[in-house]
């Protein structure tokens, strides 16, 4: 503030502060005295007696206090007054014609007015840090946490707060509805705290409030609790619940349904769904919107589970008992995560082994079972080395290519018998294969040529084989032949390729490729030696570790394992319908110059949004991507770097989430912590005045000048006293 010049009068600055009020009773009491004595005596000249006294006393009293003139530069400083505003997506709410943060604004010019002088400073909360408070805009943070905010205060270096206020509707995340008086006044230690409520009216709403479930598991049932609330003067007595799975192709997949018995405003849901695949799945939970409802937004939730699995069910289907298929299948075994269920030395319907069926130790390949009935049970399919055309699976392979582009995983290992070499070429599974297959190929589909593979620069990168590179650097052992195999595929990317054989391209021979399909992935490793790793000169190094680090990767990327998926994607902040947010990528070396980001909404129409990716500083391995503002619903991200396969995030926005899941506002919450903390509470609606410390003066340049120099009061004391004795005696007073 700008210091003002002031003059005042004032005592001896020697005095102690009482010493004038002291001198000024005297003086008082001496007067009265007088006054009662003159009224006792009945001689004349009591006018001259009084005056003369009185001059007399008020000059003694001057000469003892010494009055001065007291110059100064003052500056008025008011007490400093943190107001707390709740910036939660509840405050964007209607309160009759206009929303909360509205009344919540209106307030807070009203408490400025109020209180000029003070020092007013405004923290938003909402959720873990502070924000700045954005006056006329709505709210949209997901949390309305009180103590966060506190705690952050307690820490902050500033100057102790005088006052602090509170405004808000009252529907608070933290301290929650039940706390108790003394966990109120914890959140402010030796404060007086006062309250605004912005909202009093409870809105005609029915609305899905909280919906609560333990980790997800696929292929087991999953207990699901939903809480329905109805208030605001609606009668709800029975509200349907539907629980859908959105997903990218088709309409969303029913679930559970049941009905919801309203009672006292509330009602408990207990449902059960099981969901068919692992990975990121966005739940919709929805009630039918009734009549009057005024906020039909909060009657439909999404809830993103990240479905783990109990264990990989992993079907591995070889088509002869080579070093390669031992190898797989025991390692397969051995993985306590891995329930395997595996068919080798396979008996065709055409072999006659000239012995009755409960002779046989091997029985027909049961295909039909498999491939019609039982294909959506299994995360992943392993073909190996395994020849379609003599067991009638040709009429399957369209079923397991919609298995794989549905979400399934799919490797095909090399062989004798593999890729070409086991008619797969121009058929339904070669086209969701990371590689092209040329049918024309025939006794040539496979090089009997022994072959060391290498890396390509995409393979040096890929954390997939980050486990083996890291026990072999770049040495491989030598493998026993190759399959013949074509290009990959656009979206797909090959990891390992032949040293010396090339496609009719030009391109060196892929030997390792993995590739998205639809919503599924796929892996054509046109090798069966890499058994190698563990039975070779290489392999006796590292103990035979490098097999299993193979197929750690492998089987961990189809299976959408962080660890080994090129970036790992987060949004910044929850997803608000409506606003703009912000995609976060990160990834182990650096992405490259290209990032392509598709975005998807799940549900019927599987419409694309369009999402620009601006180019990438060089070096960079965090790219935040700016998302446009989107509507209500689940979508699903894909980000890819350069040619590599894409990361899928899966993730809902929401017009309220959780702080319209409960429209109801809660003024007896900010009520108690008002009383609770010896504060003040008020409404949004009425003018602000809030009982606050008083301004501090601090002053600045003081000087100090006496009115009259002390002699003269001295003098003129004395000399008053002097007239005053002598008028005394003349007039007959001793």
Request: glycine share 8%; hydrophobic share 45%.
């Amino acid at each position: 503030m700008t210091p003002e010049h002031v003059t005042r009068l004032g005592f001896a600055q020697d005095l102690p502060p009482w010493a004038p009020l002291v001198a000024g009773l005297l003086t008082l009491a001496s007067l009265v005295l007088l006054a009662v004595e003159l009224r006792r005596s009945e001689r004349a000249r009591r006018g001259l007696v009084a005056v003369t006294a009185a001059v007399a006393q008020l000059a003694l009293f001057l000469a003892v206090v010494r009055p001065v003139r007291v110059a100064s530069s003052e500056s008025v400083v008011g007490p400093r007054v943190v107001v707390m505003v709740d910036q939660s997506r509840s405050l964007a709410l209607k309160d009759g014609a206009e929303a909360r943060a509205k009344l919540r604004d209106r307030a807070l010019e009203s408490l400025r007015k109020s209180a000029p002088s003070a020092r007013i400073s405004m923290i938003g909360f909402g959720g873990d840090k502070p924000t700045k408070v954005a006056v006329g805009a709505l709210p949209t943070e997901s949390h309305s946490d009180l103590r966060k905010a506190t705690a952050h205060l307690a820490e902050s270096a500033d100057e102790r707060p005088e006052a602090l206020v509170v405004v808000s509707d009252g529907r608070l995340e933290d301290p929650p509805e039940d706390a108790t008086d003394a966990a109120l006044v914890d959140l402010f230690p030796g404060a007086k705290v006062h309250t605004i409520a912005t909202t009093r009216r409870v809105p005609k709403d029915a609305s899905v409030r909280r919906v609560s479930a333990a980790g997800a598991v696929a292929h087991v049932p999953l207990p699901l609790r939903v809480d329905v609330g109805c208030d605001g003067g609606m009668t709800c007595k029975e509200l349907t619940v539907v629980a859908r799975e959105l997903r990218e192709n088709g309409p969303p997949a029913l679930l559970a349904s049941g009905v919801a018995n309203v009672k006292d405003g509330i009602a408990h849901l207990d449902l059960t769904i099981t969901f068919e695949r692992a990975g990121p799945r966005v739940l919709e939970v929805a009630i039918e919107t009734p009549e009057g409802d005024e906020i039909p937004e909060n009657d439909k939730r999404y809830i993103t589970f990240n479905v783990t699995r109990e264990r990989i069910r992993v079907l591995h289907v070889a088509g002869r008992p080579t070093n390669d298929v031992r190898a797989l299948r025991q390692w397969l075994k051995g993985d306590a995560s891995v329930d395997l269920v595996a068919f080798f030395i396979l008996r065709t319907p055409t072999d006659n082994p000239n012995a009755s069926s409960d002779e046989l130790a091997l029985i027909p390949f049961p295909v039909d079972e498999l491939f019609s009935e039982h294909l959506p049970s299994f995360d992943a399919v392993v073909l190996q080395d395994f020849d379609a055309q003599p067991y009638n699976m040709e009429k399957h392979l369209p079923a397991l290519a919609n298995y794989v582009r549905a979400g399934g995983g799919l490797v095909m290992v090399g062989g004798p018998n593999s890729f070409v070499a086991g008619g797969y070429a121009d058929t339904p599974l070669a086209e969701v294969l990371p590689v092209r297959l040329d049918g024309a190929l025939g006794a040539t589909a496979a090089d009997q040529a022994k072959v060391v593979p290498t890396y390509t620069d995409e393979g040096r990168d890929a954390p997939l084989l980050a486990p083996l590179r890291k026990l072999l650097g770049d040495e491989l052992p030598e493998m026993p032949g190759a399959n013949v195999l074509g290009d990959v595929r656009e979206g797909s990317i090959a990891l390992m390729r032949h040293p010396n054989r090339s496609t009719k391209s030009g391109l060196r021979m892929p030997l390792l490729a993995i590739g998205d399909q639809g919503n599924g992935r796929s892996v054509a490793l046109g090798l069966d030696g890499a058994w190698q790793l563990q039975f070779s000169d290489v392999g006796a190094r590292t103990s035979g570790r490098g097999y299993g680090a193979l197929w750690d990767g492998l089987l961990g990327w189809l299976m959408r394992d962080p660890r080994y998926e090129p970036a790992q994607l987060e949004l910044t902040s929850d997803c608000v319908a409506g606003q703009p947010g912000t995609l976060r990528v990160h990834t182990p070396a650096y992405m490259g110059e290209k990032v392509h980001l598709d975005l998807v909404r799940l549900g019927a129409d599987g419409k694309g949004v369009n999402v620009p990716v601006a180019d990438v500083p060089r070096g960079a391995r965090t790219l935040d991507i700016p998302l446009p503002a989107l509507a209500a619903g689940a979508y699903a991200a894909r980000v890819r770097l350069g040619q590599a396969p894409a990361t899928r995030r899966d993730f809902a926005c929401e017009a309220g989430g959780d702080e319209w899941a409960d429209s109801r506002p809660d003024p007896e919450r900010l009520k108690r912590l008002a009383k609770a903390t010896g504060g003040s509470f008020q409404w949004a609606d009425e003018p602000v005045v809030l009982p606050l410390p008083k301004p501090t003066v601090v002053a600045s340049e003081r000087h100090v000048s006496p009115i009259v120099p002390p002699w003269v009061l001295v003098l003129g004391a004395a000399a008053s006293l002097a007239v005053s004795l002598f008028v005394r005696r003349r007039s007959g007073l001793a």
